[in-house]
């Protein structure tokens, strides 16, 4: 799934479909409710990670990270399950307060592959959060998604999502978006 190439640009109104399934993802992450985007956004052979990125010259040509590489977080749809669960605990003290954490999404651009059902769609991001009374972090970077369309609706069954900083002081970077 992860060689799968962008091919044309989808219509507008195709566009339209995907960028509205994005900003309902979004208020969805952002209202807590995990468990049902989960079961409803979430395909059951996601692939959903954060590679770690390594600031390069020019002249080094060595490929990007490959999802066998070193990352941040490379979890599949039992390990995404899990962190959603363990939200519902009352036991991730980085979440208790619970976050408040905006999801700006921008630059969307969605391509169709070489298989019908499945989409390529590149966003700009950034992750707002706040908790406690004064702290606040932001992280601005890049997703790329594959998603599946499901009858009338999406599924993602890949992200990977690339942070512009490479040294980040936030104290978690549990977010799904």
Same mark, same amino acid.
């Given at each position: 799934?992860?060689? @799968? %190439?962008?091919?044309?640009?989808?219509?507008? =109104?195709?566009?339209? *479909? @995907?960028? %509205?399934? !994005?900003?309902? /993802?979004?208020?969805?992450? %952002?209202?807590?409710?995990?468990?049902?985007?989960?079961?409803?956004? #979430?395909? /059951?052979?996601?692939?959903?990670?954060?590679? #770690? @990125? =390594?600031?390069?010259?020019? $002249?080094?040509?060595?490929?990007?990270?490959?999802?066998? &590489?070193?990352?941040?977080?490379?979890?599949?749809?039992?390990?995404? $399950?899990?962190?959603?669960?363990?939200?519902?605990?009352?036991? #991730?003290?980085?979440?208790?307060? !619970?976050?408040?954490?905006?999801?700006?999404? +921008?630059?969307?651009? !969605?391509?169709?592959?070489? %298989? &019908?059902?499945?989409?390529? #769609?590149? +966003?700009?991001?950034?992750?707002?959060?706040?908790?406690?009374?004064?702290?606040?972090? /932001?992280?601005?970077?890049?997703?790329?998604?594959?998603?599946?369309?499901?009858?009338?609706?999406?599924?993602?069954?890949?992200?990977?999502?690339?942070?512009? *900083?490479?040294?980040?002081?936030?104290?978690?970077?549990?977010?799904?978006?």
């Amino acid at each position: 799934m992860h060689d @799968i %190439q962008p091919t044309d640009r989808v219509s507008l =109104e195709l566009h339209h *479909a @995907i960028s %509205q399934h !994005a900003y309902t /993802e979004a208020r969805m992450l %952002q209202n807590h409710q995990y468990k049902e985007w989960l079961e409803g956004f #979430v395909a /059951e052979d996601i692939h959903f990670w954060m590679p #770690v @990125i =390594e600031r390069r010259y020019r $002249k080094d040509k060595r490929p990007a990270p490959g999802p066998d &590489d070193m990352a941040i977080y490379s979890d599949d749809y039992s390990e995404v $399950k899990q962190r959603v669960d363990r939200m519902y605990t009352g036991t #991730v003290w980085m979440e208790d307060p !619970a976050s408040d954490i905006k999801y700006l999404l +921008t630059n969307i651009e !969605a391509f169709h592959t070489e %298989q &019908d059902d499945l989409f390529k #769609v590149y +966003t700009n991001v950034a992750y707002i959060r706040h908790r406690q009374q004064l702290e606040r972090s /932001e992280h601005i970077g890049a997703r790329e998604d594959l998603l599946r369309k499901v009858g009338d609706k999406f599924q993602l069954v890949r992200r990977k999502i690339v942070l512009d *900083a490479r040294v980040t002081i936030d104290k978690n970077l549990y977010f799904f978006g």
